[in-house]
Structures are given as C-alpha cells and as structure tokens.
C-alpha cells in the first residue's frame, strides 16, 4: 500500500513540476528556433529537435528513476509484480497530460511552438524509454549514472 501511495504522489508531483522543468530543459532549442513568423522551417524543426532532445533527456532521468524504484520494490521489497502498471502510469501519465494542455495552449496562437512540437517526440521516446530500461536496466545504468540509483 505504501508503494502504491508513493507512485501516486509521485505521478502528481512530476505532473506539475515537470511542466517548469520540461520548459526549462526546452528552451535551447525553443531559442534555436527562431521568432516566429520570421523563422524558416529548417530553423524550426532544427529548435524542436533540440528541445526534444533536452525534454527527452531530462524526462528519461525521472523514467530511469521510477523504473529503479520500481525494480526495487518488486526484487527486494516483495511488493507484488502488479505495480508495473501503476509506474508506466505514473511515467506516462503526467507528460500525457501536458502534452494535451500545450496542444490547448497552441490553438490560441498563431504559430507553432518549438517546444510543443517537441512534446511529442519525448512522449514517443518515453514510452520506448520505459520499456528499454526495465528490461534492459545496463542501458538507464549506462546512460542516467547520475541518477540517484537504489540496490
């Protein structure tokens, strides 16, 4: 019950810290990308590439995390095998629901964003993400070494 409860709290928190820290991590390649209107498109997908990149790597740390967590907890913990589920949720869920509010927040403008065009391809990458490193933990170990890991 006390795993559960954790991965829950966590979802909520990532859910809103992860729009500051995903805009943050953005903002090179939103920057890159030129004002708008006076951007070409070369120069627009090169800034939504590069924002996806920093999206995607600060949010495959929080995914490297929680699969850790979640490793623990099923190997050490004996907590049951059930609680997978609940940490792709807890993945999955909060950057699924930022994406559908930067997809709201575009509507209003007249030109797209660098970064919620990125959105999408770090939503892509998170879902492989999770998969590769809980089957192949070497990769999360490989890639995130400054990750916080627990054993």
């Given amino acids: 019950m006390k795993t559960l409860f954790s991965a829950v709290i966590m979802g909520i928190i990532s859910g809103y810290a992860g729009v ?3 805009n943050i991590a953005g903002l ?3 920057l890159m990308a030129g004002k708008a209107g006076r951007r070409s498109m070369r120069q627009f997908v090169f800034g939504s590439a590069i ?3 920093g999206q995607s790597y600060v949010y495959l ?3 490297a995390f929680t699969v850790n967590w979640t490793m623990l907890a099923v190997s050490k913990q004996g907590v049951s095998f059930f609680v997978w589920p609940i940490a792709f ?3 999955i869920f909060p950057l699924f629901l930022n994406l559908i509010r930067a997809r709201v927040e575009a509507r209003e403008m007249e030109h797209a964003s660098a970064q919620t065009e990125a959105l999408h391809i770090t939503f892509l990458s998170t879902l492989v993400g999770f998969f590769i490193f ?3 933990p070497r990769v ?3 890639v995130y070494n400054w990750v916080p890991y627990i054993e």
Avoid: C, N
């Fill in 20 to 22: 500051f820290v995903l």
């Fill in 28 to 30: 090179p390649g939103a």
């Fill in 51 to 53: 924002s996806a990149l």
């Fill in 61 to 63: 740390a929080y995914t």
């Fill in 89 to 91: 949720l807890a993945v």
């Fill in 134 to 136: 809980a089957f192949v």
């Fill in 140 to 142: 999360m170990e490989f």
